[in-house]
């Protein structure tokens, strides 16, 4: 089996991994915060303690993921052969160091907007929104 194969299916497998992970979480919390509402009606039950207390396990898990998704943007695994690529381009195809350039720094930018909404605050609050929206749209919240 080739590199990028393996590659890809790692990356799968740890996708869908996450994805079953999360959604056990998210069930777990909902069942929680029914039954604590269940005893006292007014006190808040989807609070970002409660929500980073259940995520924190996920954490290393999704930091990995979203590590071997930037490996692979940067090396290029998935792309299709060059030979392939040209045949449907009318203009010469671009070398190889700047595609990985540019890459590199579409990969760097995200990554410090991302650490900017991080540092704001403003990640916590959304993930908030989204579970209370969430829980909301199902009746729980």
Do not use: H, W
Not at 11 to 22: G, H, K, M, P, R
Not at 36 to 51: C, F, G, M, S
Not at 110 to 123: C, D
């Amino acid at each position: 089996m080739k590199k990028a194969k393996i590659y890809l299916l790692i990356q799968s497998v740890l996708c869908v991994l996450l994805a079953i992970l999360l959604a056990c979480t998210a069930i777990g919390i909902c069942r929680e915060g029914a039954a604590r509402q269940a005893e006292n009606p007014l006190e808040p039950i989807y609070t970002r303690d409660k929500l980073a207390e259940r995520l924190a396990p996920i954490a290393p898990l999704f930091l990995a993921s979203l590590a071997l998704t930037a490996a692979g943007l940067i090396r290029g695994v998935g792309e299709k052969p060059a030979a392939v690529r040209a045949e449907k381009r009318t203009e010469p195809p671009r070398s190889g160091k700047a595609v990985g350039l540019l890459r590199a720094a579409l990969l760097a930018a995200a990554l410090l907007l991302i650490l900017a909404g991080i540092g704001n605050g403003s990640a916590r609050d959304v993930f908030y929104k989204a579970a209370r929206i969430c829980t909301e749209c199902v009746g729980l919240g």
